[in-house]
């Protein structure tokens, strides 16, 4: 007779009825998910998987079904909004002005 863990039934139990909404690079960035999607009113969990064939972990940001396309929405908003301000710093960054411009000489 096989003994189950307690804590991996109760983690399974939690996360019944909850669906992954995005994995993220490290657990920093799950929990900037999580926080967003809490800020939207999304109930949102992490969930951490040891990957078996490679080794590494997976971390998934995982929501209620029914909060799925909600979810999407709120995450890609987000991404798409981090892609523009990224993009205009850079090109802040890349432009050649020094500042000459309103330094007057007299």
Avoid: C, W
């Amino acid at each position: 007779m096989t003994k189950r863990s307690k804590k991996n039934h109760k983690s399974q139990a939690k996360l019944e009825g909850y669906v992954v909404v995005a994995f993220a690079e490290d657990i920093e960035q799950a929990r900037e998910y999580t926080t967003l999607l809490e800020s939207n009113d999304i109930p949102a969990v992490i969930s951490e998987h040891k990957e078996q064939s490679i080794g590494s972990k997976e971390i998934a940001v995982m929501v209620p079904e029914e909060f799925l396309d909600e979810a999407h929405v709120v995450i890609e908003s987000q991404q798409a909004y981090d892609d523009f301000y990224d993009f205009a710093l850079d090109e802040e960054e890349d432009s050649d002005f020094d500042g000459d411009l309103f330094e007057e000489e007299f």
